[in-house]
């Protein structure tokens, strides 16, 4: 797997992979990931730049939705521990 990008944002870490024809992108914040496997022989995405098209206000906004709801099942499930 090599990086191909970094994408910058202000709420989270943005990495775009590649591997076995298949592009990764995985968002990062604080101890928690999110990882979106994109396929370019199911697709039309012939590189980084497409990738990075997809990333958009309205992909971002239900990721940190998604990140909020996953920080709330960690605190839920260790507030027994």
């Given at each position: ?63 940190m939705q998604r990140f ?14």
């Amino acid at each position: 797997m090599r990086i191909l990008a970094e994408i910058p944002h202000p709420a989270c870490k943005i990495t775009v992979f590649y591997m076995n024809q298949k592009y990764i992108v995985k968002f990062e914040k604080g101890n928690l990931e999110q990882s979106y496997k994109i396929s370019e022989l199911e697709y039309v995405i012939s590189g980084v730049e497409d990738v990075k098209k997809l990333i958009n206000d309205s992909f971002i906004h239900q990721i940190m939705q998604r990140f909020q709801q996953m920080q709330q099942d960690l605190q839920h499930v260790l507030k027994d521990v």
